[in-house]
């Protein structure tokens, strides 16, 4: 297969994660004969630094030509800490899931058995934990309207949903739930938003379609309570922007590292993967990222096509670095010699390997090897 892959590395950690994925896919490329072009643009800080504008038009022309973007992450202390900033890193991604109508944020959640230590949680709580959380991306409060008052002491969020808006996510979820443990489970705060009640009345519609799955109703205090108490409870959890963008945070505690968790945003036309983790500025250049979400990213992108087959290596390989415990500080304080790189290394040679992948790697790479 040929796909043309628009590369948007992004501020911070993003081009060192960015970089492991690509490894990732340009392995997976060599191996099963597919040609993979990829094609780099700025966004975020950096393009702000270059241009004074977060998503320049070539960089979205060049989304909009390409089959898939990968991306990495976006954000710069000198924005963060400024809120009086009128052009601002976000403001690109979210300027970029608009314009390509990315409607469906995925993002899976799993409990590595490898990793159930790792975790705050106890581990009779987490173990056997497998969620999808669908997050509806391009409305909701981070769309509507805004406003401010012309002394500056009052403002507003317009939080707005319309009945197409959320069927279309609604069905995917649905469909997503017919292929797992059938069971969605809708996040809101019904009690007390008209928004809320709008989305429980469209997904019961929906629901209807779908007879041999399960809807389930929480209110999004109580699904975080519930994520900490019981995550396993959970299959498909389907929900609006914002209370999406907090719960699926709040569950990467469940992998131990947030550095674990990838996301696909998907539309009709147009697809886009990336970590769900920022840009870490302290990180940078340190050789400590974690680039597993970024490359399990790359996975999804490859699903994404159907190609299944090539997904699944890269999740096996995954799974041995940490079985292994070739991975970045986050999850393992041990392996302070284990880089960034050194990870995406072993998921490449695991690629190329997968029978065979050297269990004398990280002796390898540190020079220690008595094999000659």
């Not at 399990?296 to 290596?313: K, R, Y």
Request: include cysteine.
């Amino acid at each position: 297969m040929k796909l043309k892959i628009a590369l948007l590395p992004g501020d911070g950690i993003g081009p060192e994660v960015t970089n492991q994925a690509v490894k990732a896919l340009k392995a997976i490329a060599s191996e099963y004969d597919h040609n993979f072009q990829f094609t780099q643009a700025d966004v975020g800080a950096i393009a702000i630094d270059k241009f004074n504008d977060p998503l320049p038009k070539e960089t979205l022309d060049l989304c909009k030509s390409s089959d898939a973007v990968l991306f990495g992450a976006i954000g710069h202390p000198k924005y963060d800490n400024d809120p009086s900033a009128k052009v601002r890193p976000e403001q690109g991604l979210l300027k970029l899931r608009k314009e390509l109508g990315l409607f469906a944020n995925i993002r899976p959640v799993k409990a590595y058995p490898t990793l159930l230590n790792k975790s705050p949680l106890k581990k009779d709580i987490i173990e056997g934990t497998d969620i999808s959380i669908y997050r509806e991306l391009t409305g909701g409060i981070y769309f509507g309207k805004k406003e401010l008052s012309d002394d500056g002491n009052i403002a507003s969020d317009l939080c707005e949903y319309s009945r197409p808006e959320i069927e279309r996510i609604a069905h995917l979820a649905f469909k997503s739930a017919q292929t797992r443990n059938h069971k969605v489970t809708l996040v809101d705060k019904a009690n007390v938003l008209e928004s809320s009640r709008l989305w429980r009345r469209v997904v019961t519609e929906v629901a209807k379609g779908y007879p041999q799955v399960t809807l389930d109703f929480l209110f999004v205090d109580n699904a975080a309570m519930q994520m900490i108490l019981n995550p396993k409870q959970f299959d498909v959890i389907l929900t609006e922007n914002m209370f999406g963008d907090i719960i699926s945070d709040e569950a990467s505690v469940i992998g131990g590292s947030i550095g674990l968790l990838a996301s696909a945003s998907v539309g009709d036309k147009y697809s886009m993967f990336e970590p769900i983790h920022g840009s870490f500025p302290q990180a940078t250049g340190k050789g400590i990222a974690n680039p597993i979400a970024s490359i399990l990213s790359a996975a999804m992108l490859l699903d994404h096509f159907n190609l299944n087959t090539e997904a699944e290596l890269i999740r096996a390989g995954v799974e041995k670095s940490l079985k292994l415990k070739i991975s970045t500080p986050d999850i393992n304080p041990a392996s302070d010699k284990v880089t960034t790189s050194i990870v995406g290394d072993f998921i490449e040679d695991f690629i190329f390997n997968p029978k065979d992948t050297n269990l004398n790697f990280m002796n390898i790479h540190l020079g220690q090897s008595t094999i000659i």
